[in-house]
Nanobody, 116 residues
Framework: QVQLVESGGGLVQPGGSLRLSCAASGSTFNINTMGWYRQAPGNQRELVAS???????NYADSVKGRFSISRDNAKNMVYLQMNGLKPEDTAVYFC??????????WGQGTQVAVSS
């Protein structure tokens, strides 16, 4: 089992920045890919960015050039640096961990609101 705890959400003005953090605990040695997803009211949960254990990254087209995902394997942490935030980035952001056995784990989510 893997437990994930997100932090760093909040209210920010358009054009502002936030950094989300996700701390993993438990059977972290089995984790391969970690990622950030988001879900806005009335929408499906969507992938924002992901990163493999070796550092290969993948981004949704809507956030390319604005968001950056990173991870610290020694600390079992994954981060999402969000710059140039837009109102359409408003959502609950969830941390996800995918084990090498295919199990998927989720955090409880952190709210990001972009508004003037």
């Amino acid at each position: 089992q893997v437990q994930l705890v997100e932090s760093g959400g909040g209210l920010v003005q358009p054009g502002g920045s936030l950094r989300l953090s996700c701390a993993a605990s438990g059977s972290t040695f089995n984790i391969n890919t970690m990622g950030w997803y988001r879900q806005a009211p009335g929408n499906q949960r969507e992938l924002v960015a992901s990163i493999t254990r070796l550092g290969t990254t993948n981004y949704a087209d809507s956030v390319k050039g604005r968001f950056s995902i990173s991870r610290d394997n020694a600390k079992n942490m994954v981060y999402l640096q969000m710059n140039g935030l837009k109102p359409e980035d408003t959502a609950v952001y969830f941390c996800n961990a995918l084990s090498r056995f295919g199990s998927s784990y989720w955090g409880q989510g952190t709210q990001v609101a972009v508004s003037s």
